[in-house]
């Protein structure tokens, strides 16, 4: 059954029932992977814009996710593999070639030098998250899946804050590329590789953001592990 998307649900259940609803919320600006238990009406308000067009253009949208994968109906063990391989391998496979095109970018126009020190950090900040996950929160949260314990549960918590403050900061590195990147929008005149990195940047943006929410408002919320 389709559900109507309203004003009343939080962003995360926005999202989460219609996936590309995140494409639409990102070039507003509402942040729907930190602020998850915002509802879309106060997100709609804190950015001047009017509730029934957010609601007209999300309810115009398929409900599929754009690999067509619902993850509503994967189970947690499920969902910790998708993320590795969805976007954790993607990752590794991206930032190294994307690398040296943000650097000549840069290289040919000084203005552009503020996105190429974002992007250092950013790739700095993602690779290391992603290890952290891989080698030490994913096989403990695995375990605590399979086998619930307080223990483990004590063990989790400190881990899970750290992932969902990094979180916050990668966000931050992205709301910030787009402020002076004019929403990945090449100007008049722009180079082909200018064109090139803007339009990757942008694709980053919205494999990560996609990748956050997973994390933060569907596989912590079903094990219990909350926001603190």
Avoid: C
Avoid at 16 to 38: C, S, W, Y
Wanted: no cysteine.
């Amino acid at each position: 059954m389709v559900k109507t998307i309203t004003g009343n649900m939080t962003l995360a259940e926005t999202v989460t029932e219609v996936p590309k609803a995140g494409n639409i919320l990102r070039e507003m600006h509402i942040d729907f992977v930190n602020g998850g238990d915002q509802k879309l009406s106060d997100a709609a308000f804190e950015q001047g814009i009017p509730l029934e067009n957010v609601l007209y253009e999300i309810n115009g949208l398929d409900m599929e996710n754009t690999d067509g994968i619902d993850i509503k109906y994967m189970d947690e063990m499920s969902i910790i593999k998708y993320i590795q391989r969805r976007y954790h391998e993607d990752l590794k496979d991206e930032l190294p070639v994307l690398t040296p095109y943000v650097e000549k970018m840069a290289d040919q126009d000084e203005s552009l030098s503020e996105v190429w020190e974002i992007f250092k950090s950013l790739k700095k900040s993602m690779t290391e998250h992603s290890e952290e996950e891989d080698v030490n929160v994913f096989p403990l949260l695995e375990s605590y899946i399979d086998n619930p314990s307080d223990s483990k549960r004590e063990a989790l918590k400190p881990r899970v804050e750290k992932i969902r403050n990094e979180h916050r900061d990668v966000t931050g590195f992205f709301h910030r590329l787009r402020e002076i990147t004019n929403d990945f929008t090449p100007y008049a005149g722009a180079t082909g590789i200018l064109r090139l990195v803007y339009d990757r940047l942008e694709r980053l943006e919205r494999d990560t953001l996609d990748h956050i929410h997973l994390e933060n408002n569907i596989l912590f919320q079903r094990v219990g592990l909350r926001a603190s």
